[in-house]
């Protein structure tokens, strides 16, 4: 994560050259956003070459991760950590046996966020229909909602710790106008789609257009609008579990963009510090994505996806599994060895025929 413009000024009066080089380099390579801050600052993104120099390095390894994984699998784990970085205790396992019947507000928490995580996947994210997925999201488990309004939240909110206020977000009557902002950056073309969804992520929750839920909904508008942006493969890229992994330069490159900066035309923002941190995470999730133990082949996949049609506890034998797969024997029976190896499915060995069973699914919806 970059440091902020005050603290390179800080040390560039104490003369450190390299200070001094760096920023020179960040102020005089600065690229103005067409958003606004929420007390009229103008807003930057600083070093704007080196974050596209980033950019390049990262499609390079996006480039080699494969198309085929666990998808549904990484969506519940994802879900799981975006909700835990909102305070939700519970357990992947837990949530897995209870996802037609939550048992805990947590539960919820992170079931709501799948169900949200998939509509954002099969539906493009729009003015019409950001409430509905803002609603799935904190279906049974809303705070504020004396503020939740008709559309956006009709009242003032807070981010505070226990002895201090983090972030006063916009006032209400601002809006909507600073979300029909936030829509329009993020459907313009004039930067690269990776930039373009770390400013969208950071100046929603900056705006913090709804009662609550802010923080889930932007990581899950941060996935669906890179993957309707052609990055196809967002579906198991662990994003908010590399945020949960590295939560404090999360929050800390958040407050670091707020800086108020006071230049020759007036107050502005550089959001690199955020910026730069979110590409630094999506880097770490591409690796983990890339060398996870459970990564699945296109045969792998195919069989499960098949599977998870029928259900929970859906059973095959290595017969059927050849028909589906189009294969020999052995072929079949290699499949469906690796996939019990993999946890995705159980073996009954009791009956002469053995019985491979499903063992993780959750519905699509």
């Not at 596209?52 to 390894?61: C, F, G, S, T």
């Not at 493009?124 to 956006?152: H, M, Q």
């Not at 995470?281 to 133990?293: G, M």
Request: glycine letters at 6%; proline letters at 4%; hydrophobic letters at 35%.
């Amino acid at each position: 994560m970059w440091d902020t413009i005050q603290k390179l000024e800080y040390r560039a009066k104490a003369n450190l050259s390299q200070a001094k080089v760096e920023l020179n380099d960040r102020l005089t390579d600065r690229l103005e956003l067409p958003l606004p801050g929420l007390s009229g600052e103008k807003l930057y993104l600083t070093g704007i070459t080196k974050l596209r120099e980033k950019v390049a390095e990262l499609e390079q390894i996006y480039q080699q991760l494969p198309n085929h994984g666990g998808m549904t699998d990484i969506i519940v784990l994802d879900a799981w950590a975006s909700a835990t970085i909102e305070g939700a205790r519970t357990t992947v396992q837990q949530v897995r046996q209870s996802f037609k019947e939550p048992k805990t507000k947590d539960d919820r928490m992170v079931i709501n966020t799948v169900k949200a995580s998939n509509f954002a996947y099969r539906n493009p994210i729009t003015p019409k229909n950001i409430r509905k997925l803002w609603e799935s999201i904190v279906d049974g488990v809303c705070e504020n909602e004396n503020v939740k309004g008709a559309f956006y939240r009709s009242g003032a909110v807070q981010i505070a710790s226990q002895d201090r206020t983090i972030h006063e977000p916009a006032c209400f009557e601002m809006v909507p106008e600073l979300m029909e902002k936030w829509f329009s950056f993020r459907d313009g073309t004039e930067e690269n789609p990776l930039i373009r969804a770390f400013v969208c992520h950071f100046y929603f929750v900056y705006v913090h257009p709804f009662c609550d839920g802010n923080g889930r909904t932007a990581r899950i508008l941060n996935a669906s609008q890179l993957y309707h942006a052609g990055y196809t493969k967002m579906k198991r890229l662990p994003l908010s579990s590399s945020i949960n992994s590295h939560l404090n330069g999360y929050y800390r490159s958040l407050t670091d963009s707020e800086i108020r900066i006071n230049g020759k035309d007036g107050w502005w923002l550089d959001l690199s510090p955020f910026v730069s941190y979110m590409l630094e995470v999506f880097e770490d999730c591409l690796i983990n994505a890339a060398l996870s133990k459970n990564e699945l082949t296109e045969t792998e996949a195919q069989l499960l996806e098949r599977m998870n049609r029928v259900g929970l506890n859906a059973e095959i034998t290595v017969k059927k599994a050849m028909g589906v797969l189009d294969c020999s024997e052995y072929s079949a029976r290699r499949v469906l060895t690796n996939l019990v190896d993999k946890g995705y499915l159980s073996m009954d060995t009791s009956q002469k025929t053995y019985v491979y069973r499903l063992r993780q699914h959750i519905p699509n919806t």
